[in-house]
């Protein structure tokens, strides 16, 4: 398991005074990172609740797996740096660092990625839920759905105390969810489903669901088309506390079985704030069309009063560079070339980048490409619709999304996760008969 540092209780204090009265605080220090202030007893000792909205302040949980310092634009699984992995590892190993925390041995890869290959296969009647669906659905609300669908169909593994029938699950949503994912794209494009091949790597085998054609050729993946599509799994494996991953964790926090659970997790990410972005950004691009128009739409963006806002753009965390921004940049380029595409929403993309570099608004407010601006140009360029890049992202957040959860269940602090709230509205009122109203 992965090397755990005990938190430290400091000497330090927080004192929080309330008119007369004064209350004193815990601090906890982390390996890396803000410490905490342990607030568990606020409302006991003091009547009072924090006020957070969005969480900007707030430490949710302990955690081991992913850290983010925003300020540096550093991103570390389970330690290693995220530029590393993505040079040097591939999706599999990373998922296997994310779930156990260590890199495997050359025996522990091969024996994990058997045991995930072996899983990619989904129940065949899973795939009648895909007609009930109309052929524009939107993929992501497929997802949705046959996602959660998947509690149906494994009762033996959803006892989330046996770490075994954990183990298993987890297995089986890394394993199944890029069969779901090409199952999607093929009902939207009216093609027949194509069955998991055994003889690929992760990458490869999404890629020949996708976009291979059963029986009638034995279309050959492009290598470099596969390493790309593993890099932008690897990039959106996990991401700390996000709104998606905190959605899997309050969902397994009632005890929800783990394929609720992504489901809930796949919901959130449907937003445009979140993994939508990279389905909105391409849209954006579009809509922008080409270079001259940029100005019009930086000025949208800055507008107070315009809801409008650069998708690709901007950060909670991230107030610098998105490590994956770089690392994506440099793979769109990459594909461009291989694939001799000459994209002018690349050249719009690049000039939209440049301007929101040197614009004051933009630096002021520490605005910077995130992971979905280059993404969707990746995406768009090896064949994916923009209603699928969404879809992607899900499907390489789910090992995330699945560590995560399972570091929940078995986190001895853990409790149901239920919020207070300011309460502003109506104080009590008594009832008014509808002729008196
Ligand atoms: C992801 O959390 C994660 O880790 C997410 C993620 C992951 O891997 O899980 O990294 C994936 O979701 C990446 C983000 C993708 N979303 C987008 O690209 C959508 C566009 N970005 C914005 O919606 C926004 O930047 C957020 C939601 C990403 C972050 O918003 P914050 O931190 O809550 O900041 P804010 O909304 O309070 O904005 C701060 C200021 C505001 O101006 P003021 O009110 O201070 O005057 O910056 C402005 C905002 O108006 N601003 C933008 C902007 N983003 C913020 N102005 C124009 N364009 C933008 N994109």
């Known amino acids: 398991m992965t090397e755990k540092f005990e938190k430290t209780i400091s000497d330090k204090k927080a ?25 568990r007893s606020l409302y006991a000792q003091t009547d009072h609740f924090t006020y957070d909205p969005g969480f900007t302040s707030t430490a949710s949980c302990e955690s081991t797996i992913t850290y983010i310092d925003g300020d540096k634009g550093e991103l570390l699984y389970r330690g290693y740096p995220i530029n590393q992995l993505a040079e040097n590892s591939d999706f599999m190993e990373v998922s296997y660092l994310l779930l156990n925390g260590e890199l495997p041995s050359q025996e522990e890869k091969d024996k994990f990625v058997n045991d995930i290959t072996y899983h990619t296969m989904v129940h065949d009647q899973l795939n009648r ?26 009762h033996d593994n959803q006892d989330i105390s046996d770490p075994e029938q954990r183990k298993i699950a987890s297995y089986r949503l890394i394993a199944k969810i890029p069969t779901i994912a090409a199952m999607a794209y093929k009902y939207s494009v009216g093609q027949p489903f194509v069955y998991p091949r055994n003889d690929l790597n992760y990458a490869e085998n999404f890629l020949h669901m996708t976009f291979g054609v059963p029986q009638c050729e034995d279309k050959k993946v492009n290598p470099i088309l596969a390493d790309a599509m ?41 937003g445009p704030a979140h993994g939508g972005a990279n389905e909105a950004c391409l849209n954006m691009l579009e809509e922008i069309g080409t270079v001259d128009r940029i ?13 409008f806002r650069l998708m690709g753009f901007g950060h909670r965390v991230y107030k610098n560079f998105d ?27 690049m000039e939209l980048e440049r301007i ?21 140009i990746i995406l768009k360029a090896m064949g994916f619709p923009t209603s699928m890049f969404t879809v992607l992202f899900a499907l390489a957040r789910t090992v995330g999304w699945i560590s995560q959860w399972s570091e929940m269940i078995v ?23 509808i002729n008196n109203r």
């Open 15 to 39: 004192t929080l005074t309330i008119g007369e009265k004064s209350y004193e605080f815990s601090i906890f220090g982390g390996s890396v990172g803000p410490d905490v202030i342990d607030i």
């Open 129 to 154: 839920f895909f007609s009930g669906f109309r052929r524009d659905a939107h993929p992501m609300a497929i997802m949705c759905g046959v996602v959660g669908a998947m509690s149906a169909f494994y």
């Open 230 to 270: 593993d890099k932008i799994f690897i990039l959106h494996a996990d991401h700390e506390q996000n709104a998606s991953t905190s959605t899997v964790r309050l969902a397994g926090s009632s005890g929800a079985n783990p394929f609720a659970c992504i489901a809930a997790g796949i919901a959130s990410l449907w």
């Open 295 to 307: 100005p019009e739409f930086v000025a949208k963006a800055k507008d107070k009063n315009d809801p």
């Open 323 to 349: 490590p994956r921004a770089t690392v994506l940049q440099e793979s769109a380029h990459k594909v461009l070339k291989e694939l001799n595409i000459d994209d002018p929403l690349l050249d719009v993309a």
């Open 356 to 376: 929101a570099r040197e614009d004051p608004y933009f630096i002021e407010k520490k605005l910077y490409p995130n992971v979905d601006f280059y993404s969707g």
């Open 411 to 433: 986190d001895p602090t853990q409790k149901i996760g239920r919020p207070r709230q300011l309460f502003t509205g109506s104080t009590e009122r008594k009832y008014k008969d």
